[in-house]
């Protein structure tokens, strides 16, 4: 993407071609459902008893596929992705996510960015829930960091409707290290009104967690630098490595019947297009915050970072046959469809009616932001950082919305490349894109439209939490400021980016 400059290349080691391996021989892992350890008391009504998790971060060692060796990782439980966390709509959590790991990093931190100087601890760890209503002293703000040896307690009440929410760390200026070590995982939010759907659960009901990584040839996580010693920090990574929870080319055995897959990008930077050629229908019924208004039948999957389909594949046509997911046409796993199924014959059919998306108004929103998303270059085009509004993660609050009101946020990206936007707290409508004449906004500092206005995809006409802001055009978003009051933060999602000055805070202020 970003190969106009003439700086050194890359000197990271010698990488792996993981292509050379063969494909589907490892199972696909499923992540265990995290347990909690006892009850405490509901920070909301200490009279009452909420469950109570303990979640350590630790260094342990995986196999990422047959033929490679074991892989040196980080991660919630010892595992990556992290344990599953499942709850209820309304039933509140508490996690004590505690920082056990060694004192020194071991991918390539750099020290000229903004909160990782060298006076900073090396390992640095705090945990946002990505999609979750939280309150500000649990939502991992990136400056809220602990170190090795130390523990946090966060809050989840989970007052929000059934969706997939995943949990990862949200340390300043080391974030895309820490996850690409390893540091992720699902968090489920269930209701009622969900289940009453009769979509496909239990083992009919799976997560698939994907993000790209890079290996050596020792098997160990090769993160790129940038050949200047100073700032090792590159602007964005792609792997060739495409790893499905945590396994290189898995393979899954399906019955033939109807399967929920809940799918989250959680890679660093790569935007993924999935398609099945020789597959059943891909019909997507849930976005980032849950449920769509009706399935919507799709040839590919656009899944920008950090964004979460909730997609439906029906194999019962498909007995004895095998097929492939792809990514921009190269494999990703294998299904294998069984000749019977051992079925209860529950979910033979979708219903055409899923969960009511009342259509946000635009004229509820009490203030409209025009903020721009900016790439800033060095002489040679080399990026050097990623602006939100021509402002610094440390200069004065410029967003601050007061609680329970609406507001519509415009973002102009002036950008070559689609940046996922993410709002924490709140969840939001994509009122439409449009193109405007990005040199004439440089020039005079107004936007001026050049083409039709475009609504979402009917993929994305749901509830969102993050958006594809896409190049040269002004993508628009309506959100409600409900829950707390408090400091939250709003960023770009490629982590290269949010680690480079490409976030700021966020002020709900009280009504
Ligand atoms: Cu998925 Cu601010 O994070
Ligand atoms: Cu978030
Ligand atoms: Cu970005």
Not at 119 to 147: A, C, I, M, N, Q
Not at 195 to 217: A, V
Not at 234 to 258: C, H, I, Q, S, W
Request: charged share 25%; aromatic share 8%.
């Amino acid at each position: 993407m970003h190969q106009r400059g003439s700086r050194p290349a890359p000197r990271f080691r010698t990488q792996l071609n993981t292509k050379s391996l063969p494909p589907f021989v490892d199972p696909l892992p499923i992540p265990e459902i995290a347990k909690p350890t006892g009850e405490r008391p509901d920070p909301y009504s200490p009279g009452s008893k909420i469950p109570y998790y303990r979640i350590p971060m630790r260094p342990f060692e995986a196999k990422i596929h047959r033929d490679m060796k074991p892989t040196r990782l980080w991660g919630y439980d010892g595992a990556s992705p992290g344990p599953t966390i499942e709850t209820r709509s309304g039933q509140g959590l508490l996690v004590e996510w505690a920082n056990d790991l060694p004192a020194s990093h071991f991918l390539p931190i750099d020290h000229s960015i903004h909160g990782a100087e060298a006076d900073k601890p090396e390992v640095r760890t705090v945990v946002h829930l990505h999609g979750g209503k939280v309150p500000p002293d649990s939502d991992g703000y990136p400056e809220s960091w602990f170190v090795p040896g130390k523990s946090v307690v966060c809050h989840y009440p989970n007052h929000q409707e059934a969706a997939m929410l995943w949990y990862h760390d949200h340390a300043l200026g080391i974030n895309r290290l820490n996850i690409f070590a390893g540091l992720l995982g699902a968090f489920i939010v269930r209701d009622e009104f969900e289940e009453s759907l009769g979509l496909p659960r239990g083992k009919y009901e799976i997560p698939l967690i994907l993000y790209d990584r890079i290996f050596d040839l020792e098997s160990q996580l090769n993160y790129p630098i940038s050949g200047d010693d100073k700032k090792p920090w590159t602007p964005e990574v792609f792997g060739d490595a495409l790893l499905v929870n945590g396994k290189l080319f898995p393979y899954l055995d399906v019955e033939p019947r109807m399967y929920r897959f809940r799918m989250l990008n959680g890679a660093n930077a790569r935007l993924m297009h999935l398609t099945m050629p020789d597959g059943p229908a891909l019909r997507q019924i849930g976005t980032d915050q849950g449920l769509l208004a009706a399935p919507v039948q799709l040839q590919r999957l656009n899944l920008a970072p950090a964004e979460r389909m909730d997609v439906i594949i029906d194999f019962s046509e498909l007995a004895g046959a095998k097929v492939v997911l792809r990514n921009d046409n190269l494999p990703v796993m294998e299904f294998r469809v069984g000749r019977s199924g051992t079925g209860n014959g529950d979910a033979k059919k979708l219903p055409d009616r899923l969960r009511p998306v009342p259509k946000m108004d635009e004229r509820s929103a009490v203030k409209t932001r025009m903020l721009s998303l900016v790439e800033v270059d060095d002489l040679v085009q080399q990026p050097v950082t990623m602006l939100l509004n021509n402002t610094h993660w440390k200069m004065p609050v410029t967003e601050n919305p007061v609680l329970n009101s609406t507001e519509i946020w415009g973002l102009l990206n002036t950008t070559d490349d689609a940046h996922p936007i993410h709002l924490h707290l709140v969840r939001f409508q994509i009122l439409d894109r449009r193109r405007f004449d990005v040199p004439n906004y440089w020039r005079t500092g107004t936007v001026s439209y050049t083409g039709p206005v475009e609504a979402p995809e009917p993929g994305e006409a749901g509830w969102k939490d993050t958006v594809r802001a896409d190049p040269g055009m002004v993508t628009r978003i309506i959100a409600k400021f409900e829950g707390f009051p408090g400091r939250y933060v709003w960023h770009c999602h490629i982590l290269e980016h949010e680690d480079n000055e490409m976030m700021r805070p966020f002020d709900v202020l009280p009504a």
